[in-house]
């Protein structure tokens, strides 16, 4: 069915930054198809506040990991709506507190991130791609400060972001010029997910040093990040291949050192 409305796939969309995602470009005028692997609940809120602004929605459980589940999700849209416009792979999982337990690391472990992170957005990309070449659409990845500066809450997650960022700039150039391909890059973020990972006390203490040595002096909220995703789908017609920061300034580096300043 041939719909005016356009459409996007955005994994792991049922909490975070992929659940406000969702909204940003249901308020911009796309039928979205929320994903969700375990937070049910959360997910059907998600889909709620969609319909709520205008969208027409799926709400689609499915592993990214899997490939069958990568081609189901981009079936259930194509079935729905007759077109892919978007494909927003924010589906995410890491290992909190292992950066320097090595021994606490397993094959097992590293895979599970791995296969989540780097392989769920190469299948995802994979089942897409052919629809969103025909819509002439765009994907956005969901990278991590980890794969650019190599810190992170594990070397699982932050090899996994170091791959997202090198498929990246791979897919830029070869699936252009029918697609355009970027990735943002955040660092910490407000939202459930560093709360569960890192318990409230650190939490709160990550946020702390983000607004008290960034340039920007802020951390970032999951719509902060949304709205980058968004601008990026909807309206960037010339930008591809970019691994956007989106960190403060944490990546000029901390503050307390000298800069030269004009007078």
Request: proline content about 4%; overall charge neutral; hydrophobic content about 45%.
């Amino acid at each position: 069915m041939n719909t005016a409305r356009k459409a996007a796939i955005i994994t792991g969309s049922g909490t975070g930054v992929g659940a406000a995602t969702a909204l940003s470009l249901a308020r911009r005028g796309y039928d979205v198809l929320i994903n969700y692997s375990r937070s049910e609940a959360q997910a059907r809120e998600s889909e709620a506040a969609c319909r709520e602004a205008g969208a027409n929605t799926l709400l689609v459980r499915g592993d990214v990991s899997q490939d069958a589940d990568c081609r189901a999700l981009a079936k259930a849209a194509l079935q729905a709506w007759g077109r892919l416009d978007a494909l927003v792979n924010n589906a995410g999982v890491s290992l909190f507190g292992a950066a320097a337990a090595w021994d606490a690391l397993d094959a097992q472990a590293f895979q599970q991130v791995l296969g989540v992170n780097a392989l769920g957005t190469f299948q995802m990309v994979r089942a897409c791609a052919p629809h969103l070449k025909a819509a002439r659409g765009a994907i956005v990845n969901l990278s991590s400060v980890a794969g650019s500066l190599g810190i992170g809450s594990s070397i699982p997650y932050i090899a996994s972001k170091g791959a997202i960022n090198a498929m990246t700039l791979h897919l830029a150039r070869t699936l252009a010029p029918e697609i355009r391909v970027n990735a943002v890059c955040p660092a910490f973020i407000t939202s459930r997910w560093f709360v569960d990972g890192l318990g409230q006390d650190g939490f709160d203490q990550l946020k702390a040093r983000s607004e008290s040595s960034t340039p920007l002096g802020r951390a970032s909220t999951p719509e902060d990040v949304a709205e980058a995703i968004a601008w990026l789908v909807d309206g960037a017609p010339t930008v591809t291949g970019e691994l956007i920061q989106l960190d403060a300034g944490m990546h000029l580096g901390m503050l307390g050192l000298p800069t030269p300043r004009p007078k």
